[in-house]
């Protein structure tokens, strides 16, 4: 995957300043950077949902911009927890079966094929037996590995996931960080991330983007997170003797 | 008489069934505000129908002239949130154009006939407890294309209203979505104003959804079931009280609203 100098301007702002990064298959990598470096808006130019104002991005051979559709078929997306809406009565199973019906037409109706692929996913995921619990009673972790379960059924070549430990107590950053690692290991997939803390994946020694509108810091944790480098994009970074202080984590 | 009274309950049946369809798709994708604003454009092109019936003598019917403005307002509002727009900004600058027709049209109209204002009014209030051949048909076809292009979308409606952005990035073509929902909503609110009329339809659309979410299982059996109660008791109680059946409607409906919450505050 390859970011040729993206940029990106909404209302006349700067959402990415000419963004470049390639990434060799098979990667494990997390973009991180302040509120408003424009993460977000980079995973949706790489799923050809925001088009880049100028420069060009590859994935696997294809240019978002032009074929978006051919992008959402081989990448998953695992948005962000909190702007799922939990007044809307949906079980988990419906959640992750969307992934494979939204293939199909209307009336989209959950065959027992499709019903034992969800269950081999949800199983995958730790999640074996939930399907018939509705999604707003799932513990915060569960919900983020039912929106993980919900990519992974369209077996994507790659996920983008959109902070995937926000709201997370950290032992279950942990075990989503070893959930995707595994997911990168045992089934190949490649990993992109936006995370305000790498901490939960750092063993994983996962390629890190530094991004605040461009691309600062690229490489892997031992190179891109030092005090020098994380205050270009960490304007507020704080050196303690026990580490760095770059901002606070969602919630 | 008998059959005045049959063709009442059963137009007063055919809004229920409607109201069932469209309250619970409303509720939950938290568009409640839209649905109500939608109202305005209704009463604008309602008060717009009449104006041109009085003036150019046209005899056009106000049902018809209510819901194409109000799909036009709609098609609007879905087409600036697309662009970006937030949904309350959209829809404030629909109500604003719809409201200012609306009084436009009502001053005008006034000038010109001392009637125009009145049948205006009967259309906002729906004081008519006359159902005619017309209002049945028109709400049986509208039910007729509402339920079931409801059911048949429901799942996409519930999966954008649950994660918009992760519909999209799943394929699902939310713009269209938005657009057939938003002119299903147009259509059946238009009907609805010109039956029970405009302040009803306020009141009634988001009960039944709100009531099926809060009792949490069920939901369309409790949304189909807790409008027809409504608009059928609203009926009877208004025949019992002497009032408009829009009055008695909405008294049902406030008391179903008030039961509600002392029914969750324990």
Redesign the interface.
């Given at each position: 995957m390859e970011a040729e100098e993206v940029s990106v301007i909404f209302n006349g702002q700067m959402a990415l300043d000419r963004v470049s990064f390639k990434l060799s298959s098979p990667f494990f990598t997390v973009v991180m950077g302040p509120n408003g470096a424009g993460k977000t808006t980079l995973l949706r130019a790489i799923m050809g949902m925001v088009r880049p104002s100028s420069g060009r991005i590859n994935i696997y051979g294809i240019d978002p911009a032009r074929s978006p559709g051919k992008v959402l078929q081989i990448a998953g997306y695992v948005p962000q927890v909190i702007n799922v809406n939990l007044h809307v009565p949906i079980t988990v199973e419906e959640v992750v079966a969307m992934g494979v019906l939204a293939k199909v037409g209307p009336p989209r109706i959950l065959t027992p094929r499709v019903r034992s692929r969800v269950e081999e996913t949800l199983e995958m995921v730790g999640l074996r037996g939930m399907g018939r619990k509705p999604f707003r009673e799932l513990s915060g972790g569960q919900r983020q590995r039912a929106l993980i379960a919900r990519a992974l059924i369209r077996k994507p070549r790659i996920l983008l996931l959109d902070e995937p430990f926000s709201m997370l107590d950290f032992d279950i950053k942990c075990e989503i960080a070893e959930l995707l690692n595994r997911l990168h290991t045992e089934m190949g997939v490649d990993i992109l991330m936006v995370a305000h803390e790498i901490s939960p994946c750092i063993a994983f020694q996962p390629t890190i983007i530094l991004l605040n509108k461009r691309v600062y810091a690229f490489g892997k944790a031992e190179d891109v997170l030092r005090i020098d480098i994380l205050r270009k994009a960490y304007p507020g970074a704080t050196e303690l003797p026990a580490g760095v202080i770059i901002g606070e984590d969602h919630g | 008489m008998v059959e005045l009274l049959a063709l009442a309950y059963l137009l007063a049946a055919l809004s229920g069934g409607i109201v069932g369809s469209i309250s619970l798709p409303i509720v939950?994708?938290?568009s409640v505000m839209f649905a109500l604003t939608l109202l305005h454009s209704i009463l604008g092109g309602a008060i717009l129908g009449v104006y041109l019936n009085t003036v150019l003598r046209l005899g056009l019917p106000i049902p018809l002239i209510a819901a194409l403005t109000a799909v036009g307002f709609s098609i609007l509002t879905a087409e600036l949130v697309e662009k970006g727009m937030s949904e309350d900004v959209a829809t404030a600058l629909s109500v604003a154009t719809a409201t200012t027709i609306t009084i436009v049209f009502s001053y005008l109209a006034s000038h010109v006939s001392s009637t125009a204002i009145s049948t205006a009014w009967g259309y906002v209030m729906g004081v008519s407890a006359i159902a005619t051949e017309w209002d049945i048909t028109m709400a049986a076809i509208a039910l007729i294309i509402v339920a079931p292009t409801i059911h048949?979308?429901m799942?996409?409606f519930?999966?954008i209203?649950?994660?918009e952005?992760?519909?999209?990035?799943?394929?699902?073509n939310v713009r269209f979505y938005r657009y057939l929902f938003y002119s299903l909503v147009s259509a059946a609110s238009a009907v609805l104003s010109s039956t029970i009329g405009v302040l009803v339809t306020h009141v009634v659309l988001a009960v039944p959804g709100a009531l099926a979410?809060r009792i949490?299982r069920g939901?369309t059996v409790v949304a189909y079931s807790s409008s027809l109660a409504v608009i059928l008791l609203g009926y009877f109680l208004a025949r019992v009280l002497g009032v408009p059946p829009s009055g008695g409607v909405g008294v049902v409906s406030v008391s179903v609203i008030i039961g509600m919450l002392m029914y969750e505050r324990g």
């Open positions: - | 939950m994708s938290r048949l979308t799942k996409e519930r999966y209203a649950f994660d952005e992760g519909a999209r990035s799943l394929g699902l979410l949490g939901h």
